[in-house]
């Protein structure tokens, strides 16, 4: 497995799970990529926006704190480095496109199209704290020789039986009532999809 981290106070935040073979380097486009064709499982967590007319994209940042985005047309690009690969998509907005969540956005809708083994993701903005936990379970999963969708519905059941405040939005902050009220919707938004 390989991860590309940002970390400090405003980029980066690791997934807490011990790996062997974990490689770490700050997440910049090209790093995506060449990281990406040598994994099985690919984690993509970073900050999701819809930017442009494009649409969505994951706003990435190399060593030198420069930030780059990735979207649809460069995913579409360079698929052939996600083919194959379990995707674990940790970055809110840019699952979708439109207010309507229902519908697969571009950038999920071209991480589908690379014929990956799977994608797991979230339909609609969702918190840090929920991302970090579908991504730890699924990929724990998936260490273990299981498949992503038991690591996802296991992550949603502890999404839904956890008091917590949330933590920060991906894409945007609410207050801790609001976010225990909405505990059930944006458990509700992960989904694993399989091309």
Known sequence: MATALGRGARWGK????PA?????????PDTLF???AAADVVVLLAHGNVIDADGPAMRLMDATGKVATVGARGIAARS?????RHLVLLSCEAGFVEATPHRLGLLLG???ACGPAS???ASWAVSVESALTVG???VTALLQGREPEEGAQEAIRCLLT??????PLLGGRITAADQRAGRTAEARAWATWRP
């Open 162 to 167: 956890t008091e917590t405040d949330g933590g």
């Open 14 to 17: 690791g997934l807490g799970i």
């Open 34 to 36: 060449e990281l990406a």
């Open 20 to 28: 062997e073979g974990l490689v770490e380097r700050p997440p910049s």
């Open 119 to 121: 994608v797991t993701a």
């Open 110 to 112: 071209e991480l589908l």
């Open 80 to 84: 052939a480095a996600l083919a194959g």
């Open 136 to 138: 730890r379970f699924v």
